[in-house]
């Protein structure tokens, strides 16, 4: 096992930029279930009453209040959240790679010669750590078959079909079942309030698209991931786009301020993220001249999820750790700050 997380450590970032990159039956129409909080005095019914909900509250209230110095007019209150380890779970590995491995073996019978060759059989055999080997060339194979050469739409109709039955190998649940129950309740009050909410995120923006606005409410023009190339092709006036295994944009990190400039094209007041991938956003946040909010999910919980930051292969926090707390960001612990992390438990 020790071997297996080396070797991720190595490889994962390539992963990342060629996969993530772009490339519940609670009735899992969460995105429309947990304005059932405002329904109650309690907008953040799953979060504790700790300092950081109090916060949050505090700030929302000041800043929609016109007759307050900080009111912040509806048109620029704009808010942008990470997805991977922000609104839902990222461990072992994040989801979208998850789908990948899914979408070889759901194709495997018509490819008997997978079986001998590599990184197929890999995959095929459940080997983490001879796929790890396979390294970029491998993994561009696995990219070429889960997420390119084919139509947007039948790209997405495979997303559709996989986050509707497969179950996370850990959890035992649908992987969009396991999503935060009290982010949920935070992006519900913020629209309440006239915040425009987007996800930026460093997962793919065809893959989010597929699932994110039934479970999250949010709108599919309101969310920013990576992308893939494509193409455009007339198809005798039956016009499609098709995906391409090359990178387009990579939106984590630095790519975070460029895509919020490039597609919303103004800072936000609002900013949450989990990782050092959402250091940059955050700090674009920090620099508006309104009075901004930058929140931590701190991952601290390890029955209930898992407890990882500064040393993790994925969702690493550790440069963010410390600036967040240098300048006074505020941290959602969840162990502490969250009286469940899924809907329902």
Known sequence: MKNTKKLILKVLPLFVLLVLAGCKKQDVKTGSQPA???????????????????????????????????????KDRIAVFDNDGTLWSEQPFYFQL????????????????????????AVLENDMDELMKQGKAGLLQIVGVSHAGMTTDE???NVSRWISTAQHPVKKKLYKELIYQPMLELVKYLQSK???????SGGGIDFMRAWAEEVYGIPTHQIIGSTLQARYNYNNGKPIITKLPALDFNDDKEGKPVAIEKYIGK???????????DLQMLQWTASNKYKN?????????????????????????????????AKNWSFADMKTDWKLIYPGK
Not at 37 to 47: I, R, T, V
Not at 99 to 116: I, Y
Not at 194 to 200: C, P
Not at 267 to 277: I, L, W
């Open 267 to 277: 800072k936000p007041v609002f900013a949450a993220g989990n990782s050092d991938g």
């Open 194 to 200: 006239d915040f425009t909410v987007f996800i930026v």
């Open 155 to 157: 790209f997405q109709s």
């Open 293 to 325: 909010f930058e929140l931590y999910v701190h991952h601290t919980d390890s029955v209930r999820e898992w407890a990882y930051d500064r040393k993790s292969p994925v969702g690493t926090l550790d440069k963010g750790l410390d600036e967040g707390k």
């Open 36 to 74: 059932v909080a405002l329904q109650h005095n309690d907008p953040l019914l799953s979060w504790n009453d700790t300092k950081v909900k109090k916060d949050i509250i505090a700030y929302v209230s000041e800043v929609t209040n016109e007759q307050s110095p900080d009111f912040i007019p509806a």
């Open 98 to 121: 998850f789908f990948a491995l899914d979408q070889v073996k759901s194709q495997a019978g018509r490819h008997p010669d997978w079986k001998n060759k590599q990184p197929f059989k």
